[in-house]
Nanobody, 120 residues
Framework: VQLQAFGGGLVQPGGSLRLSCAAS????????MGWYRQAPGKQRELVAD???????VYADSVKGRFTASRDNAKNTVYLQMNSLKPKDTANYYCYAAVKTRSWRAPSDYWGQGTQVTVSS
């Protein structure tokens, strides 16, 4: 199973970016999908988590500014980021809890990370 993330870049404060992450490979089903981020010198932190049941959990720091969504038919998760701030600068990682067989418990897979830099 591979996860490929796209959409990072340099944006000015107040701007927007949209990240996407597609899972491919031997996938029976995907439970949770979502995004973490890690800034230099800091621990990796949850940004948004989308469960298979449709619920979404956001970090307090991004509520009202970021919107996560998923397209189950495409095994893809998105992160729309609006009103970006310099403190949002980080490497953003997507993940997916994937079942490769119906009888197997899901395992976590991670994308390679995409850099988001918010600066004027």
């Amino acid at each position: 199973v591979q996860l490929q993330a796209f959409g990072g870049g340099l944006v000015q404060p107040g701007g927007s970016l949209r990240l996407s992450c597609a899972a491919s490979g031997s996938i029976f089903s995907i439970n949770a999908m979502g995004w973490y981020r890690q800034a230099p010198g800091k621990q990796r932190e949850l940004v948004a988590d989308l469960t298979s049941g449709g619920g979404t959990v956001y970090a307090d720091s991004v509520k009202g500014r970021f919107t996560a969504s998923r397209d189950n038919a495409k095994n893809t998760v998105y992160l729309q980021m609006n009103s970006l701030k310099p403190k949002d600068t980080a490497n953003y990682y997507c993940y997916a809890a994937v079942k490769t067989r119906s009888w197997r418990a899901p395992s976590d897979y991670w994308g390679q990370g995409t850099q988001v830099t918010v600066s004027s």
